[in-house]
């Protein structure tokens, strides 16, 4: 069934798929399991409930592969508004967001009135969100994309950390170029958020086996679990998350020293059998309209998620 991935995000890619999705009637109801709802206020109500079990959060305000400066302002804008939700209602403290640079601007190109290109338009971007977050009392990370952002992510993530070192950023276990990077993600209190990697890449940049990911995520895990920063562990897969733990308690690192991540919708008992066996645990909590990139990659990601979603459109299609 991991033969399904790659067609899958391919697919995605094609607009006809993405109007035929997007209206289907019953994907609403699917899409609701792993997205909250399109509001700051629905992304607050999600992490009340999920404080109230322990859990901590993170949140992304959903959007990718913006075109135009309108839209990437708005992104910077609806970033704003959810702090202010969220110090409003008393959970800003210990927040953090994710933030895509490709949703404030990285992939516009340069013109005459935007010389810099793209990526000094989503640095902009960021950095109005990080000094809002870290005024707030929340914090930023960066989420990873495709192969080809990951100089210019890098890029940005360094400047932010000179005026909010505490700016993290995820990594993808399975791009060959990865040990390079960690090898200079691994200073004091460098937040690393490692995850198995979303994107369809092709063999000459990545591991295309599920074997060799899983190993190459092992790999990096000694790395950061050894080096002096945070590491933050996104994975719901069940050996990855035991092996963490070994690789933690071997490392002498106590739970305030490091974190499990997973996704919101995306086997919650297990976050909570986490918390409650002392682990720190952060949910990832996607919330907005422009929900269909992020959901059919989660489709691509496991048979059921697609088999719940194709069952549905047969049923009540
Ligand atoms: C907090 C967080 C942030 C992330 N940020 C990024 C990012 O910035 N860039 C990026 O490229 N990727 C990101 N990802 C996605 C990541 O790269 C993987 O695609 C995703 O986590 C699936 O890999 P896995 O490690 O969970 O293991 P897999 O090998 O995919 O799955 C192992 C097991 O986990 C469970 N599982 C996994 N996925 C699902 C699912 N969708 N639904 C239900 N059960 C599931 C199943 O039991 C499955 O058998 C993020 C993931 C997390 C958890």
Redesign the pocket.
């Known amino acids: 069934m991991f033969l399904l991935r790659k067609p899958i995000l391919a697919l995605s890619d094609s607009s006809a798929v993405r109007d035929v999705v997007s209206k289907a009637p019953v994907t609403r109801s699917v899409v609701d399991r792993f997205i909250p709802g399109e509001t700051s206020a629905a992304a607050v109500a999600a992490v009340r409930q999920l404080r109230a079990k322990g859990l901590q959060v993170?949140l992304d305000h959903l959007g990718e592969d913006t075109t135009d400066r309108e839209t990437a302002d708005a992104t910077v804008a609806a970033y704003l508004d959810l702090l202010e939700a969220l110090t409003a209602a008393g959970q800003v403290s210990g927040a953090e967001v994710?933030v895509k640079l490709s949703a404030v601007g990285q992939a516009l190109t340069a013109t005459p009135d935007l010389p810099a290109g793209g990526n000094a338009y989503a640095l902009a971007g960021a950095r109005k969100i990080a000094d809002a977050a870290y005024a707030a009392g929340a914090r930023v990370n960066l989420?990873?994309?495709d192969h080809t952002t990951i100089d210019q992510t890098l890029e940005v993530l360094f400047e932010l950390r000179r005026t909010h070192p505490d700016v993290g950023v995820?990594i993808?276990a399975m791009l060959l170029r990865t040990p390079k990077d960690l090898a200079e993600l691994v200073g004091p209190g460098s937040r690393v958020?490692l995850?198995?990697?979303?994107?369809n890449e092709p063999d000459t940049v990545a591991f295309t086996d599920?074997d060799q990911i899983?190993l190459a995520?092992v790999r990096a895990m000694k790395v950061l679990m050894n080096g002096r920063g945070y590491p933050m562990i996104?994975?719901?897969?069940?050996r990855?998350v035991a092996i963490a733990d070994k690789l933690a308690a071997d490392a002498g690192r106590t739970p305030d020293k490091w974190e499990h991540?997973?996704?919101y919708g995306?086997?919650p008992d297990e976050q909570e059998r986490l918390v409650k066996a002392g682990k720190t645990v952060?949910v990832?909590i996607p919330y907005g309209e422009d929900w269909y990139g992020y959901f059919t990659?989660?489709l691509a990601?496991?048979p059921?998620?697609l088999l719940f979603f194709l069952r549905s459109v047969v049923s009540k299609g």
């Open positions: 993170t994710s989420d990873i994309e995820a993808q958020r995850v198995k990697g979303a994107y599920p899983d995520y996104g994975s719901h897969d069940p990855m991540q997973m996704l995306i086997r952060r990832y990659r989660r990601e496991r059921a998620n």
